[in-house]
């Protein structure tokens, strides 16, 4: 009768848990002055499928008007107190969580590597990761991934 | 069994060698000022990895560092220009002909500032040099690969033997 009952209410238990939180949603944009060249579209669009991992919507795009000038601001400032003042909710957009990239300018049309990018998410302190002089690598995204899976 | 050892020596140690082939140079500069007990093991392990990645890893103090770059403070070194990170290097000796890479770091996990700038030279011969600046707040293992791996990638860009 008692191992009944504990069975009863481990069943409740299971039964009434609670679905993990849904996270939420992640843009991938790019900062970009001039069409973003083939070359470039397909490596922000695999960047896109790896961060699937994450398991959070993730959308892929370019960041236009004041999104994208808010995400240049914060592209831009080297100074980490600088840019802890700058504002972010243009920049966020209806998403959670944003990775922006920025592309340089390449009227040649040649592939160039990306000129930085920035991680921010909805909670203060906004930034999560940020650089300049190049993109994310491969060979740190799982460490990416890590980092990024366990934000809300 | 000592043959079979041997037989594998050779192979390992008989690595192909190409005409312009060498490892990177890089001068690493641990900027951090000491307060963190976890720094020390935090640059140790970006250190140990560029060794790790065909480069020679030279280190030059805190205190020489800025003393060259004419600089009395580090806190805002992710803000220097390209050329002030250059005018801190030592001249090269020795067997080395000059830098391939200057890498700082200010690496303080107890307070999840993990800072990195890594200039390369000049290559081709009148391009811009190339400067990148890295942040990510954060103590945690992850944090610190995630530096370590973007660190060792810049300090290879533009890399020519």
Known sequence: MARWWWGLVLLAGVAHAAPPAAKAPMAVLAVAEAPLLRSEQRGLDRLGKQLGALKRPVTVGVAEGARADQLRAWLDATDPAARAKLPVAEALGTDGLVLAIRYAPAPDKLAKRPLGFVVLQATAPHEVFWAQGMGPVSTAMAHFIKILKELP | ?161
């Open chain 2, 1 to 161: 069994m000592i043959r079979a050892l041997l037989v594998l020596g050779l192979w390992l140690g008989v690595a192909p060698a190409y005409a312009g082939d060498r490892e990177a140079d890089i001068l690493v500069v641990r900027l951090d000022d000491g307060a963190d007990p976890a720094s020390k093991g935090c640059f140790g392990r970006v250190r140990a990895a560029i060794a790790g990645a065909y480069a020679k890893p030279v280190s030059v103090t805190r205190e020489a560092f800025l003393k060259a770059a004419g600089a009395e403070a580090a806190d805002d070194f992710l803000s220097w220009p390209v050329e002030k990170i250059w005018s801190g290097a030592p001249k090269a000796r020795g067997e080395v002909q000059g830098w391939d890479a200057i890498v700082v770091v200010d690496c303080r996990p107890g307070t999840g500032r993990l800072h990195a700038v890594v200039a390369t030279s000049n290559y081709p011969p009148g391009g811009s040099p190339n400067l990148v600046r890295l942040v990510v707040p954060g103590a945690s293992a992850a944090a610190q690969k995630w530096l370590i791996a973007q660190v060792i990638e810049a300090a290879w860009l533009d890399f020519s033997p």
